[in-house]
């Protein structure tokens, strides 16, 4: 085990945070030149729960406070809306031609 994870183990058991240890069969890569230990860098990542923004699209183009142009956009819209998903996306080949413009 490397120095670090045994720190950690330490501290976490310190502080009475420690649920246990088990062994964890894996492969462990190697790097060819250095025959480090590569680890796993974690990324970080964020999600957002969007229904509510969502909503608030479909209200905004009902009430007419937000204008989609062109109009035949609208039903894509709505579309999108109702199944909005909870991480943010575009979609790059409508971006180009549709427009959202909102009202103060």
């Known amino acids: 085990m490397l120095q670090v994870r045994k720190t950690v183990v330490e501290w976490l058991d310190s502080k009475g945070l420690l649920r246990g240890t088990q062994d964890n069969e ?5 790097c060819s ?9 974690l ?3 964020w999600w957002v729960n969007c229904q509510g923004m969502a909503q608030d ?4 183009a ?3 406070s ?3 142009i062109p ?6 819209w ?3 809306c109702v199944t909005f998903p909870n991480t943010p996306r575009q979609c790059k080949k409508c971006a180009s031609t549709a427009r959202i413009r909102f009202s103060a």
């Open 57 to 60: 699209g479909i209200k905004a």
């Open 26 to 30: 894996m492969s462990v890569p190697f």
């Open 62 to 64: 009902q009430d007419g």
């Open 71 to 76: 109009s035949d956009f609208e039903a894509t």
């Open 43 to 45: 990324k970080p990542q």
């Open 33 to 41: 030149r250095s025959k480090d230990i590569i680890e796993p860098v």
């Open 78 to 80: 709505y579309r999108y």
């Open 66 to 68: 937000l204008e989609i």
